[in-house]
């Protein structure tokens, strides 16, 4: 298969994987008889066999016969969660009632979760708050950003960023009167270099939404730094899939979801990230009552709390926090580091099926083969993309798909498997080459793609 990105050797063995049942559907080893099939299917047991994280898959509860490779967009349910909401529900808020806030730790939440999430994303205890969305946390970090380097006229984002990203940039632009200035991540250091006296704030996300590729995130940050200017991260495709580390790279603000590889389910809350040398300067516009330093003096002026709790808003999605919180417990005693040895092995592998099923239907890589130069998902093209995804989800492997020619699919490694990986392209081979997706059912697009 055709790579659309710089050719590299790929990898799909820098890791095991987890031993016996995959929850793919059957038939996963069925083209046995063919000797590369065979090898395939060798090759998956193999790495499933020595798997570090094979127990976690336990921590989920993940719906018989289907192969979910959408995390990077709503992670899988995890088994801690139903019970905990159930809790929420019934004893907290329907017995406790308004008690809850102190009885049941309610107020505490947004810090509290924001720790769990730090341990995950390199940062220190009392620099992660969460509540929210990802659009308001972004706004109110970006232009508290823009704001500790007055007298700059430049914001630099990437034009491939997601949409939002750009929105709230543009925002801040117009709310500011700073110049918005798209330049993509690997040009930006030499923008930095040669403007960056001009720069506030180089504001980028560390994956590509799109195909994936990985950005090199330190040395972005080292060179915002050096021209005075501010990193500012968006972690929505990077928290809980790699190792990041905001506080070694001296990273200033970052974001980012609860939904995807945190599996907190839909409308998870966002989360906020300020280095503690901001946190006092830290003067965010959207300043709510969660955010005083006396909440409950209910004074008419605004007093900031001091540390990060000056980062909250308003009162969080109790529901929806409560879940976010449960899901994190999927990774108590998980190592970053072997998630992102068992993602590198699972991306791995994927682009290996795909070079050797996928050839001469039409598919072209866009996910760099390079294992420093990708997330935890891969890309690929095809002018077809949205009617092959539909009916690969109807046999029971769940991608999605970007406007307008990519077929994206998301690795959590704390519940896929190699076999999983196998049979969905296996899956997406037999679809294309029987034409199954040209039916009249997987044309017509729904709303959410």
């Excluded at 389910?265 to 503690?276: E, R």
Aim: aromatic share 6%.
């Amino acid at each position: 298969m055709q790579t659309g990105t710089t050719p590299g050797t790929q990898t799909g063995t820098q890791t095991g994987t987890q031993p016996g049942t995959t929850g793919a559907p059957p038939g996963t080893t069925a083209a046995a008889a063919d000797p590369a099939a065979a090898a395939l299917d060798g090759r998956a047991a193999a790495l499933d066999a020595a798997d570090p994280l094979a127990p976690v898959r336990d921590r989920f509860l993940l719906p018989e016969g289907i192969v979910y490779l959408d995390g990077n967009s709503l992670g899988a349910l995890p088994a801690a969660v139903p019970p905990a909401v159930e809790d929420a529900v019934h004893r907290q808020w329907g017995t406790d009632l308004i008690r809850s806030w102190n009885a049941n730790g309610w107020w505490d939440a947004p810090v509290r979760t924001g720790d769990a999430i730090g341990r995950l994303i390199g940062a220190a205890p009392g620099q992660v708050v969460a509540g929210d969305s990802t659009s308001v946390q972004l706004f109110n970090t970006l232009l508290a950003a823009a704001r500790l380097r007055p007298g700059r006229r430049l914001l630099l984002t990437d034009p491939d960023h997601f949409p939002t990203d750009q929105y709230i940039a543009d925002s801040v632009g117009r709310l500011l009167d700073l110049e918005v200035r798209r330049v993509p991540a690997a040009e930006a250091p030499a923008v930095l270099a040669a403007e960056g006296a001009d720069v506030a704030v180089a504001a980028y996300a560390p994956v590509d939404y799109r195909t994936g590729e990985l950005h090199d995130t330190a040395a972005l940050t080292a060179a915002a730094h050096a021209a005075g200017a501010l990193a500012h991260w968006d972690l929505c495709h990077a928290a809980g899939a790699l190792p990041f580390e905001l506080d070694a790279m001296e990273a200033d603000f970052a974001v980012g979801c609860g939904y995807k590889y945190l599996s907190g389910g839909p409308g998870a809350p966002a989360f906020a990230y300020v280095a503690t040398r901001h946190q006092q300067a830290f003067d965010h516009p959207v300043t709510g009552w969660h955010g005083h330093a006396e909440p409950f003096a209910m004074s008419g002026a605004y007093a900031p709390a001091d540390g990060i709790t000056r980062a909250r808003i308003g009162t969080p999605a109790l529901l929806s926090l409560v879940a976010l919180e449960a899901a994190l417990t999927a990774f108590d005693g998980v190592d970053m580091a072997d998630v992102r040895a068992k993602s590198l092995s699972l991306t791995g592998f994927f682009q290996e099926c795909a070079d050797s099923l996928l050839d001469g239907l039409g598919f072209t890589l866009a996910t760099p083969r390079e294992p420093a130069r990708r997330g935890s998902q891969v890309a690929l093209r095809h002018p077809e993309a949205y009617p092959l995804v539909s009916a690969l989800t109807a046999r029971g492997v769940i991608g999605d798909m970007r406007a307008p020619d990519l077929l994206r699919f998301g690795f959590n490694a704390l519940y896929l498997t190699h076999a999983d990986v196998l049979h969905a392209v296996r899956a997406l081979r037999d679809v294309a080459a029987t034409g199954a997706h040209r039916t009249d059912a997987h044309q017509q697009r729904p709303t959410v793609t």
